[in-house]
């Protein structure tokens, strides 16, 4: 993946074209909310969530349908365990009940199991939708931030891909499912009590039902708690991140102290913004509480007062505890209701970024892979220089173009632009004949790899590294691919040989041995042009010309650009151009 690096790589959201009316993504651009359109924007936002969520509509369900299993079974329970006291209170023996409890003990083992098949289903599905939530975000990141993040720091982008996501379980886990049981033992309890004393039901069924609209009513109070929240975890994740990325700088300029500093200061903003969170949810939680207590009085007033039969109002005492069990959670759903809407608003703002170069509606095909620049004039902002004026050049198919410049000059830049991670302001870039206005990414990404001065090794097999560049190639392919990069020997004798681990950022091999694999992956593509990066930056001199010599013999049959500052003698380009004000130029003008 290409990085925004030195002066002449910068965060290029500016640096696409326009999009067209309604090109992006559903949902379109995202900015604060209006004021008085808080509620309706996070029902849209939660909306859209529960939309990514149909592919596992059956699991939803069924978990779902489990947890109100379970909590009927609970009104049963507590229903006939209250039937039997009254009538044995009422006749004076307790074998008038017995008849009623005899029901008990199938209920007393089914509870239980109902109540793991509710664990076990309501987290299945929660954690399958999440899955599928992550994957539809990081496709979404992966179409938009091609050249580096540009509207957010790298923490907080990480923050928006895990902590954000998580947000979501609360969604189903901790909001729409303890509401459906609570809903369901309601309504429960005032069918059963209807039957038996229809003024005894509403009476104990009214702040009960009042208890169901907790959590929409308490959601809003704690919108815009939720919201800090989550904006303060994502600004402590950047604080935390980011000087870990660089630390070796942070240690040399003795700065480890104010990155603590701001670690700390974002600790206490984001625990200040979680008090409040709380302190919503607490008072959701007292209200559901006196609501419960009035059911429970309410029943008990009638009673004395004569209304009714005891039996009838024990049922309705048993019944109440087992309504306060299931509304118990739901001040927690109306917190959780608030932070799963401020969680998905933090992913849409990033997933309904503007795409950088979208693609068109049908790709071309290419003719070949001729490559040709003319006349392009680019620039990564409005406010910033152009890095590229009127740019020209050629690679015909088979040739090695090298293009020499100091850093900042351009040459990463022009990378980006031949691998459509960017689009020219002005000119056309064309490949086999066909505009890259005419070409999806996809198109222009199969026929060019690129072999960059930071290629990354992640922290998995050497297998699954290499097979980034053609996930379905068998091991035979791999081993070619490593034998052409000359580090097959080396790999073979390791004792896990395909299956050893690279560690992080490659840190298994030295810079060599790392930029050999890199090298191996780019040549396992079916790519016909690859362009390389500045490959040996970092390299001494001698790993330099080794790699250098490999590069030569196994690009042979494919085009190839070299980007570097330097030529050691070893490169055997077929051209030779440098870049200076904007253009490429003969070397020796």
């Known amino acids: ?230 904006e303060a975890t994502g600004a402590l994740r950047a604080e935390a991140v980011e000087p870990l990325t660089a630390l070796e700088d942070v240690l040399a300029a003795n700065g480890e102290g104010r990155a603590i500093a701001r670690v700390e200061a974002a600790a206490r903003a984001m625990d200040l913004e979680r008090r409040r969170l709380t302190r919503a949810g607490s008072l959701g939680g007292a209200a559901g509480a006196v609501l419960t207590q009035g059911a429970l009085l309410g029943a008990l007033a009638w009673g004395v007062t004569g209304g009714g039969e005891p039996a009838a109002v024990i049922v309705a005492l048993f019944l109440v505890l087992a309504a306060a069990d299931a509304l118990g959670a739901l001040p927690r759903a109306g917190a959780a209701l608030a932070l799963a809407a401020a969680g998905a608003r933090r992913l849409l703002e990033a997933a309904d970024h503007p795409v950088p170069v979208p693609d068109p509606p049908v790709s071309a095909t290419p003719q070949g892979h001729a490559l040709s620049v003319r006349g392009v004039r680019f620039a990564w902002a409005e406010d910033r220089p152009p890095v590229f004026e009127d740019l020209s050049l050629d690679l015909p198919e088979g040739a090695r173009v090298a293009l020499l410049g100091p850093s900042g000059i351009g040459k990463s830049t022009l990378a980006a632009l031949l691998l459509k991670l960017a689009a020219p302001q002005d000119g056309r870039i064309t490949l086999g004949g066909a505009d890259y206005e005419t070409l999806s990414a996809d198109a222009v990404r199969a026929r060019i790899a690129c072999l960059t001065q930071d290629a990354t090794l992640f922290d998995d097999s050497i297998a699954a590294n290499l097979r980034l560049a053609a996930p379905e190639a068998p091991d035979a392919a791999l081993w070619e691919a490593l034998e052409r990069a000359r580090i097959a020997d080396l790999v073979r004798a390791l004792p896990e040989g395909l299956e050893t681990r690279c560690g992080e950022a490659g840190a298994r091999f030295s810079g060599g041995q790392a930029r050999r694999i890199a090298l191996a992956r780019a040549l396992l593509s079916p790519a016909s042009i690859i362009i390389l990066d500045e490959p040996t930056a970092g390299l001494d001199a001698a790993t330099e010309r080794a790699f250098l010599e490999t590069l030569d013999a196994a690009l042979a049959g494919r085009s190839a650009i070299l980007i570097t500052h330097r030529l050691t003698g070893v490169e055997r380009p077929t051209r030779i151009l440098r870049l200076a004000g904007g253009r490429a130029l003969p070397a020796m003008s």
Do not use: K
């Open 1 to 230: 993946m290409h990085r925004p690096h030195r002066g002449d790589r910068q965060p290029f959201r500016h640096a696409a074209r326009p999009l067209p009316e309604g090109a992006g993504a559903a949902g379109g651009a995202r900015g604060p909310a209006a004021p008085g359109g808080g509620d309706v924007s996070a029902a849209r936002d939660l909306a859209r969530v529960l939309g990514l969520w149909n592919p596992r509509a059956l699991w939803l369900t069924f978990g779902a349908a489990t947890a109100c299993a379970s909590a009927l079974a609970g009104v049963a329970l507590l229903a006939l365990a209250g039937g039997g006291v009254g009538q044995g209170l009422a006749t004076g023996s307790l074998a008038a009940g017995a008849g009623l409890l005899v029901f008990l003990r199938p209920l007393i083992f089914l509870r239980p199991f109902l109540r793991w098949a509710e664990r076990m289903a309501t987290h299945a599905a929660t954690f399958r939708a999440l899955a599928d939530t992550r994957t539809w975000f990081f496709r979404r990141l992966a179409q938009r931030l091609t050249a580096g993040p540009g509207m957010t720091r790298s923490g907080d982008l990480l923050g928006r891909l895990v902590t954000d996501v998580e947000a979501l379980d609360g969604l189903y886990l901790r909001a729409l499912v303890p509401m459906a049981a609570a809903a369901a033992v309601v309504l429960a309890l005032a069918v059963i009590l209807g039957a038996v004393a229809p003024v005894l039901a509403a009476i104990v069924a009214l702040p009960l039902a009042l208890a169901l609209l907790l959590p929409v009513l308490i959601a809003p109070f704690a919108g815009r708690a939720a919201t800090s929240t989550a």
